[in-house]
């Protein structure tokens, strides 16, 4: 297997497309490839819309505090946060307050930038530890993982 050499500019490319996918770009009228972004989805939602669920899904308010959660646990990977684990009680809180999980998805995203920023390049093709995929595919995942949810939530916010 050959081993590639890593490319300095990837990092800001992945950084260009989690805030995409997360603000999209209003000054230049860019978005993300899969639609709006994640802030332009949650506009105009109610806190008590946010509770709503339908058979079988999790709420609004649900989705936003595991993406919050799983962006954290990206962030503090990033940082160096071996140990760091998403736990089942974490990953699906029964929070209720809309106003302060729409504040820990913002500290997520913070965070998680400033992590990325960070971050050594060359480090992307090495393993997260306790887990069989590196680092590369981990902040690909968490865009991936975004896009998903923010799919769920458009559809949830459309339901009567």
């Known amino acids: 297997m050959v081993e590639c050499l890593p490319d300095p500019m990837e990092i800001d490319r992945i ?23 994640l802030v332009e989805t949650l ?9 709503k669920k339908i058979p079988g899904s ?5 989705l936003v505090q595991h993406m919050a959660m799983w962006r954290t646990f990206v962030a503090k990977r990033l940082a160096g946060e071996d140990t760091f ?8 809180p ?7 999980t729409l504040g820990l998805l913002h500290e997520s995203q913070t965070a998680l930038l400033t992590a990325l920023k960070a971050f050594p390049s060359e480090k992307l093709s090495h393993t997260v530890a ?12 968490i865009v991936q993982h975004d896009a998903y949810h923010s799919g769920q939530i458009a559809l949830l916010k459309k339901t009567k």
Do not use: C, M
């Open 15 to 37: 950084y260009r497309q989690l805030v995409l996918a997360y603000e999209g770009d209003p000054e230049h009228d860019h978005h993300a490839w899969h639609g709006p972004s």
């Open 43 to 51: 506009k105009g939602i109610t806190a008590e819309q946010s509770l």
């Open 58 to 62: 999790h709420s609004i308010i649900e």
């Open 85 to 92: 684990e998403v736990t089942e009680a974490t990953d699906f």
């Open 94 to 100: 029964a929070e209720q307050n809309w106003d302060h």
């Open 130 to 141: 306790s887990r069989s995929y590196d680092y590369y595919t981990l902040l690909h995942g």
